[in-house]
């Protein structure tokens, strides 16, 4: 399975299931959970414990909703979703936006919220643990890497340092990491359980 904006382990793919029959097509295989996906050809039904396939997915059989820093993406396209929401740039790539709808969610605690970037949306990389940014830092400094990366209290990297001075190794939230498609930036954010 191929996702533009979704290069994460597929474990990591909400509602993800690998061997499961497709109430749409009959086929067995990979597929989705179709409870939390919007199925226009079964919109009277309870799709709750049915699946549809990677195929039927990519067939546009069924889509799924992604909250953005933009606007909620759905069937509609990208529209306002909360007060807070901020407006699109007038030269945002809303084909980005569309493309998310045949793109599963990322496993989250909360609400997941794909991030844009150069008025694009971006690759879900996965979550990331403090060796994540180490390894992929320049010089092997996670530390700056992360906080870079973070807009949003980027504290959390000291906050969460061993008191015996021992290399962070995990912590106690999951964060998750997007890449941009347009000049490779990459970002993120963390979320509690």
Do not use: I
Request: charge should be negative; hydrophobic fraction near 35%.
């Amino acid at each position: 399975m191929e996702f533009k904006y979704f290069k994460g382990p597929k474990d990591e793919m909400a509602g993800y299931a690998k061997k499961v029959p497709c109430v749409l097509c009959g086929d067995v295989g990979e597929g989705f959970e179709l409870g939390v996906a919007r199925v226009p050809s079964r919109l009277e039904l309870d799709n709750d414990g049915k699946y549809g396939c990677y195929a039927c997915l990519r067939a546009q059989e069924f889509e799924f909703g992604h909250d953005t820093p933009v606007g909620m993406v759905g069937e509609d396209g990208l529209k306002p979703f909360y007060d807070q929401t901020q407006p699109p740039p007038e030269d945002f790539d809303f084909a980005s936006a569309e493309a998310l709808r045949w793109t599963p969610g990322f496993v989250t605690w909360q609400q997941g919220v794909w991030l844009t970037h150069c008025n694009a949306m971006m690759a879900y990389l996965g979550e990331w643990k403090p060796n994540d940014f180490r390894e992929r830092a320049e010089g092997g400094d996670g530390r700056a890497l992360f906080l870079a990366m973070t807009d949003v209290d980027p504290e959390l990297w000291d906050y969460e340092q061993p008191e015996d001075g021992s290399v962070l190794q995990d912590w106690g939230v999951t964060y998750y990491a997007f890449e941009c498609l347009r000049c490779g930036v990459t970002k993120g954010y963390y979320d509690f359980p």
